[in-house]
């Protein structure tokens, strides 16, 4: 199998005011690209500074466009039953257009059910009401006809071709794949109350299953799978972190209705598909993640160890030049020949 590429998720998680979450993000991300990560997913939130700090994604991407120039540029996810189709359309191409052609769509049906209520959705109905903005948006881009004799413009040039949808089900990955779009999968999810201690993979191998059977006739599977990796020259540095974010994602998950087994630091790092420490160990926890193996793309993301800002980016640089190397994933730049040409 062809090795995966590599991105970097972030949620814009800094212990910052939002404008210096959104500059320190912004670095982060032009690391990533100084280190030949290949593309940067942002994660949309609204209402709570705690679960992310980015309400409109295709305006902070427009940004990071003008300040970097390969790296690809996704939003992880947009939550599309709160929004207009026509507009995350609209949005989506001028950033494209901004961003020379570099922006992936990702989307989602959410989310924090309180954060339906101040968009007068009810989100008990968030699937249906996804269905229908996801056949908007579809036609949209694709340029069909939307209402009143109406076609999107500018038009969208192939970002039809770039849509990601996320799931926790199979169900989900049969719907992401009878589009023929990509698969984003999570770092973590539920497990059920009988398999509290199964692995992520016995959760995510039959979502993929249920994509690839979905997917039309000739269409290549394009899986992305996120994990929270955190790479530290000091296991002790990953682990001081750790106990901060982790317990208080666990504290979230808990209120949110989870069960999250354990309380020890390290019962906390496997229930919560944690992947940290120095490089050699963060490369042979990730080589124990049969889910990888099927995934076009690994998305790296820190949360939720949630490390000061100086740490994310030597996490990023350790990432690029010691483990993915391990496991041979190549980066942007590796996959180069001296002469700056794609080696064959």
């Keep these: 199998m062809t090795a995966p590429s590599l991105a ?28 030949g990560i290949q593309r940067a997913w942002v994660a949309q939130h609204h209402f709570r500074a705690a679960e992310g700090g980015l309400p409109s994604p295709f305006v902070f991407l427009a940004h990071a466009a003008a300040a970097t120039s390969e790296i690809r540029l996704g939003t992880g996810v947009v939550t599309l039953p709160l929004e207009d189709p026509v507009r995350v359309a609209e949005d989506a191409v001028v950033a494209d ?19 339906f209520v101040p968009f007068g959705q009810d989100v008990a109905a968030k699937a249906a009401v996804y269905d229908r ?72 191998n039959p979502i993929i299953d249920a994509y690839i059977d979905a997917l039309p006739a000739g269409a290549l599977p394009r899986v992305t799978a996120s994990r929270t990796v955190f790479v530290a020259d000091d296991r002790a540095d ?45 490369a042979a926890s990730l080589a124990a993640d049969a889910t990888l193996s099927r995934a076009a793309e690994i998305a790296f993301q820190v949360h939720s160890v949630d490390a000061p800002h100086d740490f994310v980016l030597r996490s990023i640089e350790l990432f690029a030049t010691d483990v993915a190397p391990a496991l041979g994933w190549a980066t942007r730049d590796a996959a180069l020949s001296p002469l700056g040409k794609e080696s064959s």
Aim: overall charge negative.
């Design 8 to 35: 970097f998720f972030t949620r814009l998680l800094d212990e910052a005011p939002p404008a210096e979450r959104y500059r320190l993000a912004t670095d982060q991300i032009r690391h990533a690209e100084r280190f």
């Design 97 to 115: 257009l901004l961003s020379g052609g570099r922006i992936d769509l990702g989307l989602g049906s959410g989310g924090t059910p309180s954060s």
């Design 238 to 282: 990953a682990l001081r972190f750790a106990e901060v974010g982790l317990r208080r994602a666990a504290e979230g998950f808990r209120r949110a209705g989870q069960t999250i087994p354990g309380d020890s630091l390290d019962e906390l790092i496997v229930a919560l598909d944690t992947h940290l420490g120095t490089p050699e160990e963060v």
């Design 133 to 204: 903005k996801l056949t908007t948006l579809v036609d949209a881009l694709e340029g069909r006809e939307i209402g009143g004799g109406n076609t999107l413009h500018p038009d969208a040039g192939t970002l039809a071709d770039r849509i990601w949808q996320a799931t926790f089900s199979a169900p989900g990955g049969t719907r992401a794949g009878v589009h023929g779009h990509g698969l984003l999968l999570s770092r973590t999810q539920p497990r059920p109350a009988d398999a509290l201690g199964a692995p992520l993979s016995a959760l995510q």
